[in-house]
């Protein structure tokens, strides 16, 4: 019996012809890519890839194993693992077959036969996988799916290369007819349509140059279309546990990109699958906005200045000539996002559109001219007045007038307990009974606490989300200054927005101070507090409340700062109570709308607005309270409540509401 | 086109509570908030308006201590080339004084254009403007709501009351008095107010000006401040419908609206 | 105290209001100090107001000529020089508009007379006058004196004097004035006058709104409190639910996210009072609230508070002024 194996380039003339297509293919593909770095380096902050074992890690679930693309759509998660195992697959084959003849012949006999079953596996699932992609795509019409030319071409090319290989390898296998071609299954069904061998060996050459020309095509367009995103994709999915390093104001210039090249590597990998546009609230509600049309945006903007070619998006600059000119990058479409991280929370490569969406905003804000009016009030009431509500500072403290609370600022006590109650928990008049509500709490728990009474700044929230870097700085040394001044340790906020600032930003900035500058200080939510306090016994419930209630997780503490169950917990320590989930919720709850500086720009809101679909879904719950535990929700919610019309049905609470109903403390709230 | 800008610091006043000062004559200023006079901001934003359409420089003059300069570096951030400050010292000011001490900088400065608010938030008296043009020489108009340069012409619209503007051509060089509302005052960011730190900002003290004795002595004075009378939350007005409506109706005609 | 000179100001064919509450009170002045008071008119070619300013004052002097048909600050100046040079009166007194500032500052630097602007009082105390001014945007009230001068100028809020209906009286004389030969080219020239309030109402110039909240219920009711603001000559505007329902286009709405407004009177109707909304009536001479609810915020900013059912009160209101 003849050794199984394959002859290279058999009865193929003028190899040399290849090798120079192969070289002309692999010389454009490495231009394409490093056109590619190159726009990447252009970011604000270049950061090293260094070796990361969370990175490595993620890669292998994320990018092997397809975790995200599985999550929620199991259909897409197994045609992405068919494609890219049989691309992978195949690929790995090449690279075999290649030092096979190169280096060392090693496909022979048994090996021979286990590498062209395999091939013809992974040749299998790729064309299953691409043909499962097209019919989602133009048969099924998968909403979030777009059905753009390049949607088209890319997966109907791959499926071209995928079967002219087989056809090559059929054609192959009928002309020579070896005994061994049994196990190329699907080569040797092929084969049986030639019976005549010198048929097949007729125009063998002519299939072999085809796939040889498409596959080499192939190669040298990966950087120019939507496979780039086999390089990004990975790549972005590597660098996304390290956060970036913050970018003081001062340190950007005005003619340098405000992105950072790890900004700019998510924006490649983005493959515009559409998971965002499902999940994002604004797009939800009918805006104007939608994270996928904001990255491509942003991204043709970057590539238009940088790349050598001046931007990819041939087709649509050959069907509409102005986009040449000017990408979409309108800059009033940088307002509607709430940074609620919904996006994120489902992009299978990471695409953080909240940083993206308040560094854009850093560069409207500083140009100035087309800020909206509104907020550039409500930035200068927060730069004046240290609120963005009142133009005024004498109010802070009146919501506690009859609750006798200490000032921290006046006291001098050792390490006090710091109830930081934020702007809106302050000065608006329905959320001041959040306020009220907690410091009735923490006096029956008999917690020894005080507050920063008129004193009280802005701990930068809201500058940070919109953008106004140079203010949020400001802002969070006059906070970090106030707390070394009072030697505050210990903080607790009633809004989840000062408590991720606290807890997520102030961080990142201090890591440029030298350590003897630095204001080490802890940072709690309110609803972290209570549950404590619950476990411990300081709060003990006795009265049944009888009553249904549903949880509407407020972005910043859930998705952001993963605080899902305490709030979930103090509500089932009460005895009665009947704690039921909305559709959306924890991880992929539903955003009120108030978040990322929306609260401060309500003319943006659309005919629906994003609170009263949240509103709509927490009745149908059935339930007769919603519950949050954040004074924007609690506002945006309260209005809902009014304008759905749900008024004689549905009360909003916050959590320290709640608790005190049940603890049958006095309370002026809910209602 | 060279435009020079005149700005003021005021108190922002909208929800404070003001004080009256010991003497009876003035506020106490510790616990209020200054920023730039709204009227100023727009100025300025129209002052910048015109370089970026029509090229030149843009200069920032103010009246005022040390902390005055901030609008002065607000007015750079949006924009302008150069800023200078007058230090009054402890003189007393009034319109007349005002717009004799901006004139005598003035004159020595290149300029098609004189911008300043039509008024100020803390005297609300409207008047230095006009007062400036009148000792300059230079043709003017009030409260302006668009400014059009047409080579050594400006086409301007005045807005009038009850809802009627008045357009009219101008020779330059004039001096217009700016009505809020003319444009979109750009926000001024806090790292653009630090950057223009960087900018050409001038000091000048009132004494070497050589103005006569009789040029700082203001016309007019303030003899008593004095607050108007206290309301607490609204007066209830109480009754059957009828008496109702006869009482709103006579108070509505009381503030002046005729129905 | 001695003689006024009131400078009259008319528009497109009309005398101005503002003339007459100048005439009304600088008539009251010049009654307690028996001196005469002057009107003067600049104004074009048989303009024919110089009778019906003569029924308010002792004598017109009439200034004709066909460059004065609409005003100009550049030869209302030259004129008005000649005639304060020349007859040395102890008070002039321009309206307090657009044009008279754009005169009277002028006026002053040429004459060399002090000025106070903006006056809502004018008193007379030791043979030289004492004015009244509001600062700080209304929130303060100042009494200002003068440096002694031989004539005083001050312009005169509009609003502040009202007239009685029986302000006329026995009519002065009109004396026809020659225009100087010698005036100099005007260096601004009118073009025309150009109508803003046509076409969309602009709820921030209107001098009475009514305002309408929440608590209309729902879209039919505007149609009542529409009929009520016709009635009663107020622009409607209305607070963000409204808006939010789309029963009212967007340029109705008083609020942060609306329009800030400064009506000399805001009657809102069934408007509960958030911070959003009152924050945009902050300029509002006074508010007048009509609630049901009596805790409503709103009556911590009104001026005068109703808790009543909106509808009553609206109603009451349109027969009172259908009976008037």
Known sequence: MVTPYRVSYWSIESVWIFYVLAALAVAV??????????????????????????????????????????????????????????????????????????????????????????????????????????????????????????????????????????????????????????????????????????GALSIYPYVWWSHAILSLGLVAAIPFCKLFHVLAAPLSIYMEDRPDLPMPAETVTGDEEVFSSRQMIFFDACTRCGRCVEVCPSAGAGEPFS?????????????????????????????????????????????????????????????????????????????????????????????????????????????????????????????????????????????????????????????????????????????????????????????????????????????????????????????LRPPDEKVHFDVRHYTQVIGELVSEGSIRFEKRLNIKVTYHDPCYLGRHNRVYDEPRKVIRSIPGIELVEMSHNRANSLCCGGGGGRMWQQDLDSKIKMSEIRIREAAETGAEIVITACPLCLIMLEDARKTASLEDTLRVMDLNELVVMALGLRSEGGE | MDVIVCVKQVPEVIDADL???????????????????????????????????????????????????????????????????????????????????LAKVIKDLEYHLVLTGVQADDDNSGMVGIMLAETLGLSHAAVVTGVEPEGDLARIRVELEGGMDEVSRIQLPSLLTIQTGINEPRYVSIMGIRKAGKKELTVIPVANLGLSEDDLTPRTRIEEVFLPPETTGAEMIEGDAASVAAELIKIIKEKGVSI | ?????????????????????????????????????????????????????????????????????????????????????????????????????????????????????????????????????????????????????????????????????????????????????????????????????????DITQADLLVSIGRGIGEEENIATIRELADRMGATLSCSRPVVDKNWLPKFHQVGTSGKSVRPKVYLALGISGAFQHVAGITGAGTVIAVNKDRKAPIFRVADYGVADDLFKVANALKEKLAGA
Request: net charge negative.
């Open chain 1, 29 to 198: 593909f490495v231009f394409g890519v490093i056109s590619h770095v190159s726009v990447w380096s252009r970011g604000a902050r270049r950061q090293g890839i260094g070796f990361s074992g969370q990175g490595i890690f993620n890669l292998f679930l994320d990018g092997l194993l397809g975790r995200r693309i599985f999550s929620g759509d199991v259909a897409a998660g197994t045609m992405h693992l068919l494609i890219l195992w049989g691309f992978l697959g195949l690929f790995a084959g090449t690279v075999l077959i290649s030092a096979d003849y190169w280096v060392y012949h090693f496909l022979k006999g048994p090996v021979y036969i286990g590498y062209s079953i395999c091939l013809e596996f992974f040749g299998l699932m790729l064309a299953i996988g691409l043909v499962w992609a097209l019919i989602r795509r133009y048969l099924q019409r998968v909403t979030r799916l777009e059905r753009r030319i390049e949607d088209l071409i890319v997966p109907v090319w791959l499926l071209v290369v995928v079967l002219s290989g087989f056809l090559v390898e059929g054609v192959r296998l009928s002309a020579q007819r070896p005994e061994w071609g049994g196990w190329s299954f699907i080569g040797h069904v092929i084969s049986l349509f030639w019976s005549d061998p010198r």
């Open chain 1, 291 to 511: 994270p996928r049309e904001f990255i491509a945006a942003v991204r043709e903007d970057l590539l238009l200045r940088h790349h050598p070619l001046k931007g990819l998006d041939w087709f649509s600059r050959w069907s509409d000539p102005r986009k040449a000119e000017k990408p979409d990058l309108d800059p009033q479409k940088v307002w509607h996002c709430t940074t609620c991280r919904a996006c994120l929370e489902v992009c299978p490569v990471y695409v953080a559109t909240p940083k993206v969406i308040e560094r854009a905003r850093s560069r409207v804000v500083e140009d100035g001219t087309q800020v909206p009016l509104l907020l550039s009030q409500t930035l200068e009431k927060l730069y004046k007045y240290n609120n963005p509500w009142e133009a005024s500072k004498k109010n802070r403290a009146k919501w506690s007038q009859d609750l006798e609370i200490s000032d921290l600022t006046k006291t001098g006590e050792e390490d006090p307990l710091c109830y930081f109650v934020g702007c809106t928990t302050a000065l608006d008049t329905r959320a001041q009974d959040l306020a009220r509500s907690f410091a009735r709490i923490l006096k029956h728990a008999g917690v020894p606490f005080g507050t920063l009474g008129k004193n009280e700044p802005c701990c930068g929230d809201i500058a940070r989300r919109v953008g106004e870097d140079g203010l949020f700085e400001e802002q969070m040394e006059s906070c970090l200054a106030l707390f070394g001044r009072n030697n505050i340790r210990r903080v607790v906020t009633s809004s989840p927005h000062c408590f991720h600032t606290f807890r997520n930003e102030y961080p990142t900035f201090q890591a």
């Open chain 2, 19 to 101: 004080k009256i000062s010991r003497e009876g004559t003035g506020i106490e200023k510790e616990d209020l908030v200054m920023h730039i006079n709204d009227w100023d901001n727009y100025a300025v934003e129209e002052a910048v308006c015109i370089k970026e359409t029509q090229g030149g420089t843009v200069t920032a003059i103010t009246i005022g201590d040390d902390e005055s300069e901030d609008v002065l570096r607000r007015a750079l951030a949006m924009g302008a080339d150069k800023a200078i400050r007058i230090d009054p010292g402890e003189r007393e000011l009034d319109g007349f004084v005002i717009s004799k001490i």
């Open chain 3, 1 to 201: 105290m001695g003689e006024i000179y009131v400078v009259a100001e008319h528009r497109k064919g009309e005398v101005r209001e503002i003339t007459f509450e100048m005439l009304f009170k600088a008539r009251e002045l010049c009654r307690t100090f028996s001196h005469r008071l002057t009107a003067l008119l600049l104004a074009g070619k048989d303009a024919g107001f110089a009778d019906d300013l003569a029924k308010r004052a002792d004598r017109v002097l009439v200034f004709e000529n066909d460059r004065l048909e609409t005003f100009n600050s550049d030869l209302h100046k030259e004129i008005l020089n000649r005639v304060i040079q020349k007859d040395q009166p102890f008070m002039t007194w321009i309206a307090h508009t657009s044009w008279g500032m754009d005169l009277a500052p002028a006026l002053s630097v040429k004459t060399g007379l002090p000025l106070a602007t903006d006056c809502v009082d004018i008193q007379a105390e030791d043979g030289r006058p004492i004015v009244i001014r509001q600062i700080y945007s209304g929130k303060l009230f100042s009494r200002v004196s003068f440096k002694e001068s031989p004539g005083y100028l001050m312009t005169v809020r509009s609003g502040a004097f009202l007239p009685p209906d029986d302000a006329e009286m026995e009519p002065g004389e009109v004396l026809k004035q020659d225009i100087p030969a010698d005036l100099a080219e005007p260096r601004k020239t009118f073009v025309e006058f150009v109508d803003t309030g046509a076409g969309e109402i």
